[in-house]
């Protein structure tokens, strides 16, 4: 196993975050680095962009 930048894993996250728009989750998402990456800074900034946008695409799958 090895940790790596959110949406280049195995974890199928469309699906996963559609799940939760279906439960009608409405709590805290956290976003952890458990990778090692050159700049933390950087990297927290590419996973956040790219976990706003998986849910964004998650929520209007939901509500078509």
């Given at each position: 196993m090895q940790?790596?930048?959110?949406?280049?894993?195995?974890?199928?996250?469309?699906?996963?975050?559609?799940?939760?728009?279906?439960a009608a989750f409405t709590g805290p998402i956290s976003l952890h680095i458990e990778y090692k990456p050159s700049d933390v800074r950087e990297a927290i900034a590419r996973d956040f962009t790219a976990l706003k946008k998986l849910a964004e695409t998650a929520d209007s799958k939901e509500q078509s």
């Open positions: 940790m790596c930048a959110l949406g280049q894993g195995m974890v199928d996250w469309p699906d996963v975050l559609g799940q939760v728009a279906a």
